[in-house]
């Protein structure tokens, strides 16, 4: 399938490589180049512009930082999205607000193309691993014709409805619920260390005994361990996603208030100049305002 | 061993049955004397006050609701401490103050007696099918005395060190985890269903693709389910372990804002009378707070 | 002076009106004609659009709801800003982002004319009786040849300094201690009434000897009536106020729990229906908590 | 009147005088007998114990820190309440909670003597000028008998009806509302200060403008100058009252997720070693979290 990637960042490289790996075409742009010429040895066009990639391909994949850097790849100068065919698909996979997700829909529906929104769960390393869970939602010809793509990328698929923002809140529930389980691990921890418990002591019986769950043991170690750098996922990006989580909240009238404590205290981290450690390291700011 | 074991209730029942059925000499008390004669084909003897049971015994157990609880059958009217022989040991099991655990431990050494806290991980159907865990602090020559006892009750039993309030603070901790992750669900449930996003939907992925924890399993089905009746652990108990915790905290200055959360919406259930249903209906509150 | 006056909503039609009455030259415009029409019989000019207002004038003056709406009228089709001449002035009273005033402060320069930002303190009533605080921000010389114009709105002027930004988190810090000053309100007469105590009791002793304030009398007697109807300043735009707080916040990295509270307390006031009541109707979310 | 006074501290002390100025009988008791020495020239009889101060007393009077030590001068060893003749009246004057006030209205009751809660707004200086509020709860005969030692007291009595729980319900109200003003104060500090508002610039505007309150204007000022030694009033016992706030809010199913702010905010500055400055200084924890 001829494929344009854009955004070849931690996460959005290893997928491109994938990609090129499983044989399909694939013209990579990326806003700093030196990133393009890394899969040189795949043999990828490297197109000057997101326009440029976006030519003549029949998928247009994006996994890119924020919001903003998607509208700008898209509708900016040189954007793709007005250079891309009509017929073809839009892969959204960053993590981005369902609003825009919903726009996006209706300018590609516009254009004739199609719009599919497919965030994804997993780290880098995940992603290197082929390891990442794909959450995608869209119309379901589209889903279909994608597989090959999704298949070449992560280690499965899960479809999530038509409605493209369905997989975008799916996205910042999912993290959510991960930052709610790294405040809770530092706050418990905190108390624990207080009364003489090792957080690691506390881990291993809190989590070999009830959880069980390989989250609640790697981040509990991050945690445990202060071991937040270099930062599998950095803390300015957790602080990113609670933010979304809020927003799209915020837009269905849905108070989150653990939500808003995350958010609270992620930004007391970057207050505090822990904005490129891991986002585990929000364990940080319960542990400080313990005194510890 | 000759054992007085106070407190029938749902958790305590089931463990004076597992004693019984081990062999062990039991002598039971409880403050409504019908729950003692569930146990009558075990052929316990049946005492009339706490002391009656006390006087005697090697090892003292307590099961009982709370602190007050604990307190009146151990210090008031015909309370089990004073009858208690010197050289006994009191297994505390309940789950109580790391506050009061200490000053029973004083009381009881001063009479020459020793203190265990032993407080317990699981619900009646883990009691019933001796699948508890119990976390056990105190001298290790208790520890070690307690160890058939501890065998005949539970599936296993952590040794928690020396200090009686670290393990109550263990079992606190957990509950705190475990009622974070209720609340966690709870909001992202309700900003699910206002993306029309089912709650099954979403914790098949999130705890299928990420978290892998049968807790989460098991809350998300109740709540996903609205299943809050019959309540497997109350949610004024749930009120009254998130109140522990903070209370722990609060002795130590370590603030646990996630827990005041939790207080609060605890409280804001009983203020609408949902105090008997499971206390994973917590997530009602996120729910009613977001107009569902 | 020569002056454009966009948006004749319940604040803008009464500052438009005491303008006229002090006999300055004013072009109106207002998205619904209709509003303009009841300024007829003072004579203004009633322009079709933003553009044709802004041309010619010496002075514009904004007063819309919100970030959006200011955008809308000074950059979308017929928008305000390309049509004013170089050298003008942009007064801007609207309640909105200081990173927003920052962007047109650029822009505005950028065309040759100078950015002013001059939010107001007062509800409707207080624009009509000419009772509002204006406080003002940009270049000195602007300000002082703005000085008739402020004088002829409101009771009296604050400059805020030079960055227009300033003027813009001063307005929204006040809103902020207004609806923190009500929900503590709020909270305490929901924990005085579960013991008797009628609200208008407790303000009279929480006001009349502690705060002597006319803010807390004039709140705290709308939340004892529960008089929440017709709204003096409707509780959607309280919300829209507090998250300008909290994002102005944001960008600067200061957390703001209390400002959180608010928001998700007014979000869940929203999701009960209660948008079009008086903002003092966050209240209302700490008695249903409490299950009055 | 034959009065005894129980509790000579910064409160406690300055009332004592002035009831010894306006002549009444006064026998006073402090744990610390330096204290009381301080009184030798107004001549009171000092008593050796609660129990020795009360014998004989038409009215106790106790002002002390906090429901333990008000229990031990009533209830402990050498305790008033025993020694306390039938018919006399119990003016408890320190800020406790409401159930301990029911608790001690029953005692009295039973001992046939009269409970008032009579507990005070204001700090030492205001008791040093005759300057506090009393709020006063008890049968009317018995706020009647009192009237005299009140009006020697303070500047005025507030009635608040038969039941004493309610005046300690008020004076936890208005301690709560007084904090969180202080907190609302201190994250708009944080926030203006990140945008290089001066504190004392943005109280100027909000109070000057807008609250117009001496108590706006007085902790504004401790805030923005950060003064907070000496204290006025410990930290430690504003944490206290807001305990006390939460607690009576438990008691009656009231959730007050501002007054859990407070105490979680409060309870960060004690673990920062915060404990002994003004409670304003609870403005400080703000200013850490976003890095000031």
Known sequence: MKTA???????????????????????VYNRTRARADLLKQLDPVIAESPAAAARGAEVLITMVADDAALEAVLLGDQGALPALPRGAIHVSMSTISPALSRRLAERHHAAGQTYVA????????????????????????????????????????IPAGEDPARANVIKLAGNFLLAAAIEALGEAFALGRKYGIAPAE?????????????????????????????????LRYGLKDVRLALAAADEVAAPLPLASL????????????????????LARVAAADAGL
Chains 1, 2, 3, 4 share one sequence.
Request: neutral net charge; charged residues 20%.
């Open 118 to 157: 497919a965030p994804v769960f997993g780290r880098p390393e995940a992603a290197e691993a082929k390891q990442l869970w794909i959450v995608a939602a869209g119309p379901p010809a589209a889903l279909e014709r994608c597989r090959p793509l999704f298949d070449a990328m992560g280690q499965g698929t």
């Open 5 to 27: 990637f854009l955004g070849l960042g931690s996460m959005g490289l290893p997928l491109a490589r994938h990609l090129l790996q499983a044989g399909h075409t694939v013209t």
């Open 262 to 281: 995350l958010r609270d205290h992620y930004l007391s981290a970057v207050a505090r100049g822990w904005q490129e450690i891991d986002w585990a390291g």
């Open 202 to 234: 506390l881990l291993d019986i809190a989590n070999g005994k009830l959880f069980r769950s390989p989250i609640y043991e790697n981040y509990g170690k991050l945690i445990a361990e202060q071991r937040y750098e270099p930062a599998g996922f950095k």
